[in-house]
């Protein structure tokens, strides 16, 4: 069993692409997740050394245990760039993406669209299985492609029978995207169908959700995606709660401010300019508005957001607002 599920339930970041990049990863981390899986890395950008694909694969030492995740369909080719990769950064994990929904990604045969071609996705798990080790290789899948299709269970059993690890189960189809509530009876029964360690993932918003699942699943952990572009705090929250049978306070907004901040600083200081760098956050500080006062505004205004100067206007109209109320 891979060590990080020895007498624990961990708490994974999911993978999102845009997302979880190693600054937001960190931040993470200090919040309390327990394991990381870095944005989906393309097989063919390996292999030619893209700058862009180098970047995926940095990651700081504090971030362990961490697996870099790969798509693509050609066995063969997944197999030497989890070799190069095993090779060049030495991650804790390889993880395969079986369920990335997003059109682009399945137009090329990669992420969800091999729930329709369970042969080939058992090649791919072999071909990368066979290649990484002895590095240990995990997998991401959905509960099917649609609902006519859904074969979770088929799916987990391939995939244990390959060497897969672990395995994490989103409980919606390809074609529900990121609609509808996620099956988390589907998600139980994968659980309870294989012996390696299922980690559920889908609508775990809150602390009370994911005590919920750990109470009434089979699974062994829990893999945390849009909760936490919005909260980060929600791994803390999750531990308090399952340890202690109480929730902590939200962070006061000052403080989540603070967060923020940091984010949007290493973001700049990465990139080397700012209004670059504050471009590509600006859904990330829409989606950390949820729950904040005049969330409404702050969307509007974080739409055009350019600058560090600009984000500290903000960030003093709306602690001055709160002061004015209490």
Known sequence: MLP??????????????????????????????????????????????????????????????????????????????????????????????????????????????LLKDLPLLERVARAVVQAAAPCPVTAKIRIGWNRAGINALETARRLEDAGVQALAVHGRTKDMGYSGEADWEIIDQVARAVRIPVIGNGDIHSAQDAARRKRETAVS??????????????????????????????????????LIRRHCAQAVAARGAERPALHSLRARLMAYSHGMPCAKALRARFASVESLAQLEAIIGESLGAEHQEI
């Open 4 to 113: 990080w599920f020895q007498d624990r339930f961990p708490l994974y970041l999911a993978p999102m692409a845009g997302v979880t990049d190693r600054i937001f990863r960190g931040l993470c981390k200090e919040q309390g997740a327990d394991v990381m899986v870095t944005e989906f890395v393309s097989a063919e950008g390996i292999f030619r050394k893209n700058a862009r694909t180098m970047e995926y694969l940095d990651f700081a030492p504090s971030e362990r245990p961490l697996g870099i995740q790969l798509f693509g369909a050609d066995p063969d080719h997944l197999g030497e760039a989890a070799r190069m990769v095993r090779d060049w950064v030495q991650p804790d994990f390889l993880d395969l993406n079986f369920g990335c929904p997003v059109n682009k990604v399945v137009a090329r045969n990669g992420g969800s669209a």
């Open 221 to 258: 952990g829990l893999m945390i995606g849009r909760g936490a572009m919005a909260a980060p705090w929600i791994f803390h929250e999750i531990k308090t709660y399952l340890a202690t049978g109480s929730i902590p306070p939200s962070p006061p907004l000052e403080a989540r401010w603070t």
